[in-house]
């Protein structure tokens, strides 16, 4: 089975605060992405990436930046977290870039104070 | 722009019943379309999936869905809800951009089981 791990679970940051959301997964894939969810909104995709080093803008990517220098490792990066990204955030991955299936991990859930 | 409607916020099925969740999308292309569960405190997973051939699809947990072209939509079906069947699902379109497939969401309809 595929797996897509994320580290924390649950995260309370304060306002300014830096904060690293860390992904991994297991299964040697290409693409990677976080996504953010929020009720009554869905998921929106934040960034993705398809390569080591290389990463595309999604559909919300102020205030996020993201690293990815190992293939199986994708860190979503909140420079000066604000209470507005008080959210769930969702790590993903998929085996190539067109048509398979993306997995997610658990979420974490951050809030920020 | 690809966009997906599940005009459903909630939805309460009893046990045992029939169920069906909507799914309308727009996208220019065939369309890849996906079903996701989310339960609660969890992450998705992946119901089933229609990438093109026969417009009915079997998924796991007895689960279906039905791909219609002239209507834009892919209903997921479920002809017995269980208890354990509540959770929040999501539907998605995968959208290809530059060489390059990305999931868009709908809002996702919260399903209740009432006993």
């Known amino acids: 089975d595929v797996k897509v791990t994320q580290s924390s679970r649950y995260l309370v940051k304060r306002t300014g605060e830096k904060v690293f959301l860390e992904c991994v997964q297991d299964m040697d894939h290409e693409n990677m992405f976080w996504y953010r969810q929020d009720p009554g909104l869905g998921l929106r995709l934040i960034y993705f990436?398809?390569?080591?080093?290389?990463?595309e803008k999604g559909d919300i990517p102020e205030g996020y930046s993201v690293s990815r220098e190992k293939k199986e490792r994708f860190s979503l990066i909140l420079e000066s977290a604000s209470t507005n990204q008080t959210s769930m955030y969702l790590c993903a991955s998929s085996l190539d870039r067109l048509g398979n299936t993306i997995y997610f991990g658990e979420g974490s859930w951050l809030t920020v104070v | 722009a690809q966009s997906v409607t599940q005009p459903d916020i909630h939805i309460t099925v009893s046990e045992g019943a029939s169920l069906e969740l909507r799914c309308n999308y727009s996208?220019?292309?065939?369309?890849?379309l996906f079903w996701y569960v989310q339960s609660p405190g969890q992450g998705l997973q992946l119901l089933l999936k229609y990438f093109s051939g026969d417009t009915l699809v079997q998924g796991i947990k007895g689960f279906e869905a039905e791909f219609k072209r002239s209507q834009s939509s892919f209903n997921l079906r479920k002809p017995s809800v269980h208890w354990s069947d509540a959770a929040e699902y999501f539907c998605a379109v995968g959208a290809l951009g530059t060489g390059f497939q990305k999931l868009v969401f709908g809002t996702g309809t919260r399903l209740l089981v009432s006993p």
């Open positions: 990436s398809y390569d080591v080093k290389m990463k």
């Open positions: 996208y220019g292309a065939t369309p890849y």
